[in-house]
């Protein structure tokens, strides 16, 4: 069984930070990107930010220059940092991973249950 659990969500003013974490744990072999979504009541889920085993990262136009995505890869870790926070950010945000939980099977995307970011004065 493999588990993506986040933490870090919460209430936070607008121009405030926020850091979400999400660890991957159980039967994995290997991790090849990892990435955050967010979805706002009503709207589809969007990527935010995702980072490749290599390092490199994409970012949804909206958060550039404001959110950074990084990861420890000896601790299946992904994190976001989000900084000068807008009401439009606002959303469930979800981890995302694209596992491989033997060195012979495909890779498989596993999805976090959600943390919930509020932003608002």
């Known amino acids: 069984q493999v588990q993506l659990v986040e933490s870090g969500g919460g209430l936070v003013q607008p121009g405030g930070s926020l850091r979400l974490s999400c660890a991957a744990s159980g039967s994995i072999f290997s991790i090849n990107a990892m990435g955050w979504y967010h979805q706002a009541p009503g709207k589809q889920r969007e990527l935010v930010a995702a980072i490749t085993s290599g390092g490199r990262t994409n970012y949804a136009d909206s958060v550039k220059g404001r959110f950074t995505i990084s990861r420890d890869k000896a601790k299946n870790t992904v994190y976001l940092q989000m900084n000068t926070l807008k009401p439009e950010d606002t959303a469930v945000y979800y981890c995302?991973?694209?596992?491989?939980?033997?060195?012979?099977?495909?890779?498989?995307?596993?999805w976090g249950r959600g943390t919930q970011v509020t932003v608002s004065s």
């Open positions: 995302n991973a694209q596992i491989r939980i033997r060195s012979w099977t495909s890779e498989y995307n596993y």
